[in-house]
């Protein structure tokens, strides 16, 4: 109520309704950002532009997305509020589906939530195959990663489809979502003087607010609206004497505002009650909240002042399924908020916790965490920890890996202000644990803040460098060490935890250990040790070792790389054997990860093992035709050469070899000989070198893969 006219935004206004004529007219899709700072009117153009758009166009479907900070950790939630629209039907089924398995398998997760975004993505482009679409995402700096990941993708693809997205943000966040603003941006200005006199003489009456007094609400308002408004209405409900008005106004938008909550009366109470619940919530947590005996707010929730809250324009009921209560700016939240006094402030946030904890989740999303941030509040960190701590688990078995990290530091921050216990320490352990999960996920093995929560970890495990969880951490680190290429730090690693893993102790993790160890020396060239440590663990492997969460499971990359190691000696017969093996194992194991890097060695020992002899000679990476192709003869397959560094025995594995794999692998698409068939010739090391030099090697190799190399679970 007593809204402004809507000044000194035409132009603006024109130019989104100049794309949305493009957009219908077959032009191919269109994204406008718009940018500036707060209370500048980004959400009063948008609201203006949505409400021009429909009556211009009524079969014109908008979704209309709003960030808010406290969502910001809670996959999908501004697109779930969003998608409550009858017409976006599809779109809010999409995102229902929930994670296959809801536990440790970090693979399965991470695909689930691939999917939801690429299910969501699916519904929306759907939609505009019907009819005309138009998004817009007001408030950008508050949207959740996995709508701005959704929002980003759609972005991609919103040139050929009948859609024009419409983005907001703040100016401070212009750096960090780049990717969502083109070149042709719109930046909103503070109104010039003419166009805030126009907004205050829409607002008050000509016998209260003199010239003079205009005058000087326009120059202290800088040209923004929200504060020319609230100053507007403040002078207009005033008994004062005019002649006293000017002096009654505000030196800051902050000043302003609390002036404003202060002649609220009292419903003040209620504007700092419906602060605490932020800056959007739903209406049915409101009646709840309020109906609870201890909310102390006497004779403020009467059903008079609860309607003289709403009428003040202050808070307003959002005409939304089921319906929402929205601050009318973010920043009139802030001020009611700041307004409370702490110990009335944690008392409020328990009261809503309270609640909340009582709550199905028919409210909307976010409950989990919404609860944790109200516990925090209210200075319950024991309780809140708990709660942080159940929202990233849910978070990362959603797959929703960076609202799961933001969770997991929110955990993370808690554990320093509670008292130091054993008990507390392996919490925070295990949330270290957790965020060194997170990072590998987003950042990769070897980045700093994956080496960082190692470290903070391994502080945490105390002076005995022997325990299973101490020794998991080590080979997190050791991971970290390898993927960087500091082979020999990541060496001194692994061989300080193979000293504390005897098979009997542990098999499963002196079977990581044993991984780790062959994978870096592997890599650093010692071909022999790495095979006979990959025998001597095959030979010990039992399909009850694998472990299910694991990234990828040690017995497959034992043969995997043992193959391209036989391969690089000279023996693809047993390198398509070993790799056929591993395949067979991924298959059983249902895994994933191993399943594609098995398929992954197989397609190198397909690609490199040649069928007929080919003469590779220098220059031949660059195009140039060999010159006589049959003036060097390469070495073919079979037993190694006298003196070969390779073991001259076939191992004994505690798997079962698939079928195929005794006859060399037939199991493999590619080139294995036939019965009487003479081997395919084999090239290797030294006729890459020869051809192309070392990057030649390095490039065939299937451990120069970024995706290939030590990529292994430590958990």
Partial sequence: PGRGRFVGREAELATLLHDLHGVLSGAGGRCRSLLGEPGVGKSRLLREFEQAAVRRHPTLAVLHLVGQAPLQTSAFAALKLAARQAAFAPLARSLELEAAVLGDDASTAAGTHADRVAAA???????????????????AQWLDPSTLEWLSRLRAVQQRLPLLLVISLRDESRSRLSALIG????????????????????????????????????????GIPLFIEETARMVGASTADPATLEGMIPATLDELLTARLDRLGDAKPLAQLAAVLGTEFPLSLWHAVLAEPDAGLGPGSSAEVLGRLWNS?????????????????????????????RRDRQRLHALVARV???????????????????????????????????????????????????????????????????????????????????????????????????????ALCGDDPTSDVRLRVDLGLEACYAMRGDLDRARAMAEGVLKHTPWERNARLALQARWAWTNVVFHQGELRAALDMADACLARYQPSLHQRGAVQDPAVMFLC??????????????????????????????????????????????LFAVVSAVTLQPGADSGTPAADPGSRELKTLGAGDAGSPLPSAEPTLG??????????????????????????????????????????????SPGSSRSTPGTRSCS
Avoid: M
């Fill in 313 to 341: 324009g202050v808070v307003g009921v959002v005409d939304t399924t089921p319906p929402r209560c929205r601050f009318r700016h973010a920043l009139i939240r802030d001020a009611a908020y700041e307004s409370l006094w």
């Fill in 561 to 606: 790389y043992s193959g391209w190691g036989w391969f690089q000696g000279g023996r693809a017969d047993e390198a398509r054997r070993r790799v056929a093996q591993a395949l067979a194992l991924a298959t059983e194991l249902d895994h994933p990860f191993s399943l594609a890097i098995a398929h992954g060695f197989a397609a190198s020992v397909a």
């Fill in 183 to 222: 070149d042709d941006a719109l930046t909103l200005s503070p109104l010039n003087a003419s166009q805030a006199l126009e907004l205050i003489g829409s607002l008050t009456g000509e016998d209260k607010v003199t010239p003079t007094l205009c005058d000087a609400i326009a120059a202290r308002g800088g």
């Fill in 356 to 458: 909340l904890a009582r709550d199905d989740g028919s409210g909307g999303p976010g409950r989990d965490e919404q609860l944790a941030q109200h516990l925090t509040a209210a200075g319950q960190h024991k309780e809140a920890l708990s709660a942080w701590t159940r929202a990233a688990r849910a978070a990362a078995a959603a797959g929703a890996e960076r609202e799961a990290l933001a969770l997991v530091r929110r955990a993370l921050a808690l554990t320093e202000q509670l008292p130091d216990s054993p008990a507390l320490r392996q919490q925070a352990l295990q949330l270290q644990l957790q965020q060194a999960a997170r990072c590998i996920a987003i950042d990769g093995y070897s980045a700093p803040s994956v080496e960082a929560a190692y470290l903070r970890a391994a």
């Fill in 655 to 700: 798997i079962a070899s698939p079928p195929g794999a005794e006859d060399g692998g037939a199991g493999i698409p590619g080139d294995a000989p036939g019965p009487g068939e003479e081997p395919a010739p084999f090239v290797g090391g030294d006729d890459l070198r020869a051809a192309g030099g070392e990057s030649a090697v390095r490039q065939a």
């Fill in 121 to 139: 993505l699916d519904a929306t482009t759907g939609l505009c195959a019907d009819a005309p679409v138009c998004v817009i995402a007001d408030d």
